[in-house]
């Protein structure tokens, strides 16, 4: 047992688990394998969704060098065979509700960390389900029957290795660590696979000739942070010694909520950008209001053309779910970053609201109040809910090419 420090600085008991009983369930090449589902013919060979950037990649287009996010001129370069398909975000989405049903009639204990993946506990269910082993196996089984996907499970004692183990399986795989080998597996690994181990860590680490995770461990907490910093020091230091006792949350709320959008490489206008904020705007306004929530943080996302990625945030005076309010916000850090936009070009745009907190009591009896929206919002939100998201949309948006919109986990 461990006790750890909540936020609030009270304290809380965490029992961290002595055995293998947490399952990282991830969904193989999500999209491409919806597509490979619904299409037989696509089966077997390289698919690729999306035209413009590419959103997924089937392993058979992976096998070629293929990889998401990557330009999609460069990726038919490297897979001249691929086939080209348009995404259905709707399908997805569908296909993402059908495989988190199958895990709740698993254990009541999910707590979903994207639309293609999730973590379990297991740990309950020993005398009804069998060894956590077996429970990985009847739900991929399950997954493959009910919804015709492939999906991979890692099975350890801690979240994060669940996760390493997951990675280490795919495709269509299923690995146990048993705790007494944990760190024998984990050491063996490449530096990459810890969490916060991106390309310029990995790189700082490969300079001091650190390739391995055991290599890492051997470093010290001392170690780390003078390579990486304090926070990301020692956030290292913990995982390669597999230090992680999270529990799997089930219906945790969420401390953020975002979208983003795919644009391809071809050059956007200021116009352009402003039309697409506006649109996520919209979307992530209506989403706060729909689960009662306000936020103070607004965060823009930027991924270049070279792929490198920047975010610049601003947090406001007063909680908010107002959409004038956000997208005033979110028009600011646009501008700022315009120079740098235009300078390097852009092929993804996001945006992400933080420092989320409960509307009041008080708030949610009244049809609008300052602190939850305006009355046009109240207005489009009750045209929206009655005749769909797309009864309504502002002039600018029309004809407009928005980019490719990711479906996203429930708030």
């Known amino acids: ?99 988190f049903e199958v895990f709740r009639a698993t254990t009541p204990l999910v707590e979903g960390l994207s639309i293609d993946e999730a973590f379990l506990d297991v740990g309950g269910l020993g005398r009804i389900g069998g060894p956590p082993a077996e429970i990985a196996a009847r739900l991929r089984r399950d997954v493959l029957e009910r919804v015709g996907l492939p999906i991979t499970v890692g099975v350890a004692r801690t979240k994060f290795l669940a996760k390493v183990a997951s990675g280490v399986a795919k495709p269509d795989g299923l690995l146990l660590v048993p705790a007494e080998e944990e760190l024998g597996f984990l050491h063996s690994l490449e530096v990459e696979r810890l969490w916060g181990v991106g390309p310029a860590t990995a790189a700082r680490l490969r300079e001091r000739g650190i390739a391995t995770v055991g290599q890492v461990a051997g470093l010290g907490e001392p170690g780390l942070i003078a390579i990486a910093g304090q926070a990301a ?57 729909q689960a009662r929530r306000t936020c103070r943080t607004v965060v823009l996302r930027l991924r270049f053309g070279d792929y490198a990625r920047a975010s610049r945030s601003r947090t406001m005076v007063d909680a908010t779910a107002e959409t004038e309010a956000i997208l005033g916000t979110a028009r600011g850090l646009l501008s700022a970053a315009w120079p740098m936009i235009e300078r390097r070009g852009l092929t993804l745009l996001g945006l992400a609201l933080g420092n989320l907190a409960e509307d009041s009591p008080m708030q949610l009896t009244l049809p609008f109040t300052p602190a939850t929206g305006s009355a046009l919002d109240a207005a489009l939100d009750n045209v929206r809910d009655r005749f769909g998201s797309a009864a309504v949309t502002r002039a600018t948006l029309l004809n407009r090419d928005q980019g490719v919109a990711v479906p996203l986990l429930p708030d």
């Open 233 to 289: 020091g020692r956030h290292l230091h913990s995982l390669a010694h597999n230090h992680d006792p999270r529990p799997v949350h089930p219906g945790r709320r969420r401390r953020s909520i975002g979208a983003q959008r795919a644009l391809g490489r071809r050059a956007r206008s200021p116009a352009d950008l402003d039309a697409i904020v506006v649109s996520l705007v919209d979307r992530l306004a209506r989403r706060l209001r």
């Open 1 to 99: 047992m461990i006790r750890l420090p909540d936020v609030g600085g009270r304290c809380e008991h965490v029992f961290v688990s002595t055995r293998e009983t947490i399952l990282h369930a991830d969904l193989d090449a999500f999209y491409a394998a919806v597509e490979q589902r619904d299409d037989p013919w696509l089966r077997g060979r390289p698919v690729i969704v999306g035209p413009g950037v590419v959103l997924a990649a089937s392993y058979e287009a992976k096998a070629y060098g293929v990889r998401t996010a990557m330009n999609g001129a460069r990726a038919r370069g490297l897979c001249p065979r691929a086939i080209v398909v348009r995404p259905r975000m709707s399908a997805y989405a569908e296909a993402s509700r059908a495989v």
